[in-house]
């Protein structure tokens, strides 16, 4: 009967970290809106956030590579669009 009892508590236990989880992520997702994390995540991913901090080389080759590939993006972008996209 013991065994019956614990099987139960940990069924319990298991269903209430699940209910735990799922409100914490739906707090998250209403307490913050996905284009205000989406921005902080675009903000930190130029500024190099995730380079060494104490190595500011590699922190401003990172910002410098990004920033240039997001340049060469833009630029790729406007050529194929005046290109194929627009009347002429």
Same mark, same amino acid.
């Given at each position: 009967? /013991? #065994?019956? *009892? *614990? ?10 970290d699940e209910a735990l989880r799922?409100?914490?992520? #739906?707090?998250? /997702?209403? $307490?913050?809106?996905?284009? /205000?994390? =989406?921005? *902080?995540?675009?903000? !930190?991913?130029?500024? $190099?956030? #995730?380079? !060494?901090?104490? !190595?500011? %080389? ?6 410098? $590579?990004? %920033?240039?590939? +997001?340049?060469?993006? %833009?630029?790729?972008? +406007?050529? +194929? =669009?005046? /290109?194929?996209? +627009?009347?002429?």
């Amino acid at each position: 009967m /013991t #065994d019956k *009892r *614990r099987e139960a508590e940990e069924a319990r236990k298991r269903e209430a970290d699940e209910a735990l989880r799922r409100v914490e992520r #739906d707090s998250e /997702t209403i $307490g913050t809106s996905s284009y /205000t994390r =989406v921005a *902080r995540q675009a903000s !930190d991913h130029f500024s $190099g956030k #995730d380079a !060494d901090p104490d !190595d500011r %080389i590699e922190v401003w080759g990172r910002r410098i $590579g990004r %920033i240039a590939g +997001l340049i060469f993006f %833009i630029g790729l972008v +406007l050529y +194929l =669009v005046t /290109t194929y996209v +627009l009347p002429r």
